[in-house]
């Protein structure tokens, strides 16, 4: 059974930080792709940043130099760490996994709120 739990949201004033982390089990975690997505209320998802099996980072516009994604292969553990918190970063966060096939976390809340 395959599983992606993700965790550390919360509520966090503007300027704040937070780092998500998002375990997954039974899938070959270390060959896949694993991406951060959100969703803010009344608006589609939307791509935040994805690292490959091999560590290549990328970012979305919106998050570049604020946002941070990183993976612990001996932990099946993939991380975002967010500083500079926006209150429109406000959003569910997801977490996915790709390679053949594509599986997803149920998310987190992050409210960037003073």
């Known amino acids: 059974q395959v599983q992606l739990v993700e965790s550390g949201g919360g509520l966090v004033q503007p300027g704040g930080s937070l780092r998500l982390s998002c375990v997954v089990s039974?899938?070959?975690?270390?060959?896949?792709?694993m991406v951060w997505y959100r969703q803010a209320p009344g608006k589609q998802r939307e791509w935040v940043a994805h690292i490959t099996s091999d560590g290549r980072t990328n970012y979305a516009n919106s998050v570049k130099g604020r946002f941070a994604i990183s993976r612990d292969n001996d932990k099946n553990t993939v991380y975002l760490q967010m500083n500079s918190l926006k209150p429109e970063d406000t959003a569910v966060y997801y977490c996915n996994a790709q390679s053949d096939r594509s599986y997803w976390g149920q998310g987190t809340q992050v409210t960037v709120s003073s």
């Open positions: 039974g899938i070959m975690f270390r060959i896949y792709t």
